[in-house]
C-alpha cells in the first residue's frame, strides 16, 4: 500500500489512502464527500457499480485510476457474487484549486 500511495503522490495531490472492500449483494448510503477521490479497482465484477448524480457506471479492475467527483451525491453498490475490492485515495481539493 504504502508504494501505491509513493506513486500517486508523484502525479497527484492526494491526502488520505485506504482499501474498501464490499462484499456481496451490498450497498453504501447515498451521500456526499468534501473532496475528489481517485479509485483504483483491484477486483471487480460485474454487478459492482459506482453511482455519482445518478449516472450509473462500472469501474474495472484493469490497472487504470478513475477520478471521481464524490462530492455529489453517490453511492456504491455490489450486485456481483465475488467481493469488491478498491484502493481509494482522496484528492487534496485545496491544492488542486490554487
Not at 19 to 25: A, F, I, N
Not at 57 to 76: I, M, N, Q, W
Request: with cysteine.
Amino acid at each position: 500500500m504504502n508504494t501505491v500511495h509513493e506513486e500517486l503522490a508523484k502525479r497527484f495531490p492526494i491526502g488520505r489512502t485506504r482499501v474498501l472492500s464490499k462484499g456481496l449483494y451490498n450497498c453504501n448510503s447515498w451521500h456526499r464527500d468534501p473532496e475528489p477521490r481517485l479509485h483504483i479497482p483491484v477486483v471487480s465484477n460485474p454487478g459492482s457499480l459506482f453511482i455519482v448524480n445518478h449516472h450509473v457506471t462500472h469501474l474495472p479492475a484493469d490497472g487504470s485510476v478513475y477520478f471521481t467527483d464524490t462530492r455529489g451525491y453517490h453511492t456504491a453498490l455490489n450486485g456481483g457474487e465475488t467481493r469488491r475490492v478498491h484502493v481509494v485515495a482522496a484528492l487534496a481539493y485545496d491544492q488542486i484549486t490554487k
